[in-house]
T-cell receptor
Framework: SQQGEEDPQALSIQEGENATMNCSYK?????LQWYRQNSGRGLVHLIL?????REKHSGRLRVTLDTSKKSSSLLITASRAADTASYFC??????????FGTGTRLQVFP | DTAVSQTPKYLVTQMGNDKSIKCEQN?????MYWYKQDSKKFLKIMFS???????INETVPNRFSPKSPDKAHLNLHINSLELGDSAVYFC??????????????FGEGSRLTVL
């Protein structure tokens, strides 16, 4: 069964605004990752947060993880038109596979 | 240099045909995957190989047969194609074997359309 669900399914904002996406999952994990997919392209890894971490930053990205609530959020600050893409969370356990969420489609208008 | 490359990028074929998609990675990774992404962008793992050994086979019809001639290549052969097989198929690779060890590197995808 699908591990993660993302919220919202779609998000439209203006350049310069912040974008927040949420991911919820069902079972225990070792890590949670976020990926970006531009239209017609493959997925690109953005950031990984381990189950013993609560927050992680990478450039304009901020990821939080709350294992008690089985949820994570991805914040993109000062968004740009180039951030327009679909964003997926993916969870990993001690089995050799990542399970992806349903994705959030982000549209950033110039 | 492309890290994970898939061919073909587009594939249009009739129901009942057999087709193959090829994948190669030049990253020296040990593990390779096939994922299927449907029209709703839902991404689901199909197979995983580690050093030519099949380690994950998710409930995929046996019309789908992966083949890994060496650890840098993972091909996907599909027999008797059905309309429901239409999707984008992604190849991916990573170092090590454990899912928690790091990121996946994806190819650009192969869009299969079955008519």
């Amino acid at each position: 069964s699908q591990q993660g669900e993302e919220d919202p399914q779609a998000l439209s904002i203006q350049e310069g605004e912040n974008a927040t996406m949420n991911c919820s999952y069902k079972t225990s994990i070792n890590n949670l990752q976020w990926y970006r997919q531009n239209s017609g392209r493959g997925l690109v890894h953005l950031i990984l947060i381990r189950s013993n971490e609560r927050e992680k930053h990478s450039g304009r990205l901020r990821v939080t993880l709350d294992t008690s609530k089985k949820s994570s959020s991805l914040l993109i600050t000062a968004s740009r038109a180039a951030d327009t893409a679909s964003y997926f969370c993916a969870t990993g356990r001690n089995t050799d596979k990542l399970i992806f969420g349903t994705g959030t489609r982000l549209q950033v208008f110039p | 240099d492309t890290a994970v490359s898939q061919t073909p990028k587009y594939l249009v074929t009739q129901m009942g045909n057999d087709k193959s998609i090829k994948c190669e990675q030049n990253l020296g990774h040990d593990t390779m995957y096939w994922y299927k992404q449907d029209s709703k962008k839902f991404l689901k793992i199909m197979f995983s190989y580690n050093n030519k050994e099949l380690i994950i086979n998710e409930t995929v019809p046996n019309r789908f047969s992966p083949k890994s001639p060496d650890k840098a290549h993972l091909n996907l052969h599909i027999n008797s194609l059905e309309l429901g097989d239409s999707a984008v198929y992604f190849c991916a690779s990573k170092t090590g074997r454990q899912a928690g060890a790091g990121e996946l590197f994806f190819g650009e995808g192969s869009r299969l359309t079955v008519l």
